[in-house]
């Protein structure tokens, strides 16, 4: 994986990822990144105006957001992955974040098993002030490689749900999870939480594999989701900010 590059009009740095979205961002020296969980969901576009009225009130610019946690009311197929992914990078797009195709934001989109929304809408959002404590986000990723022609022909033990497959996707997807906060310049001991999704009771065992990688275990926080693709099962992604709110 090379190196992040800089993004000088959002004060970080980030990893070069696919289409919707990079692999994961960090501040750059003289910014931190803070995060803000929206206290109920909102709906994608709201989601944006929300963002872009709280930036607007720090004397931030929209440049300034770093990453994206969506929450959506099933995985999709391919297809409809995809066309959700396009209207997600226009409004980047108008922003002026998405540029020569590139996509500088990090982004996770899971969805809930209880309660899910009723359409696709942010649950957290991520964003650059001026400061020293620094941060990184590391975004979701599945057991699947990104950047493929399809997720489906590439799903590690694709169907397999026993011990053992599950245990394989668990251990690819924190190989991947890993290779990014190398490429950020960090590693598992600057994480302040990593965060599981699956509906499959594996939580035990991607505990253990993380204890075993130095995550601290208090960190650890299990989310009763699905990836956002059918036919994936285990998904994760990490940071490491100085603040986090509720809005």
């Known amino acids: 994986m090379t190196e992040a590059l800089p993004f000088p009009d959002g004060g970080y740095r980030f990893i070069r990822g696919v289409f919707p979205y990079s692999a994961g961002v960090a501040a750059e020296p003289g910014f931190e990144i803070h995060r803000v969980r929206f206290a109920s969901p909102a709906e994608v576009e709201a989601g944006f105006r929300r963002i872009e009225d709280h930036l607007a009130s720090l004397g931030r610019p929209v440049a300034a957001l770093c990453a994206c946690e969506l929450r959506s009311p099933a995985p999709f197929t391919e297809a409809g992955f995809a066309e959700f992914n396009r209207g997600y990078v226009d409004r980047l797009k108008q922003w002026g974040l998405f540029r020569d195709g590139t996509n500088p934001v ?15 809408a942010f649950h957290a959002f991520s964003y650059t002030v001026p400061g020293t404590r620094g941060g990184f986000i590391v975004a979701g990723n599945g057991e699947a490689p990104e950047g493929m022609s399809n997720y489906r022909d590439h799903i590690v033990r694709r169907g397999d749900l026993s011990l053992e497959g599950m245990r394989e996707k ?23 939480e990593a965060q599981v999704y699956t509906v499959h009771p594996v939580f035990q065992l ?7 990688r130095a995550v601290m275990g208090d960190s650890i926080v299990w989310q009763r989701c699905r990836p956002p693709v059918v036919d994936i099962e285990f998904e994760m992604d990490c940071r490491g900010v100085p603040v986090e709110r509720v809005l």
């Open 106 to 120: 990090a982004r996770s989109n899971v969805c809930p098993e209880t309660a899910p929304p009723p359409a696709p």
């Open 170 to 192: 668990v251990r690819w997807v924190l190989g991947e999870q890993q290779r990014r906060l190398k490429a950020l310049g960090v590693h598992w001991g600057d994480v302040t």
């Open 206 to 212: 991607a505990s253990t594999e993380l204890v075993q």
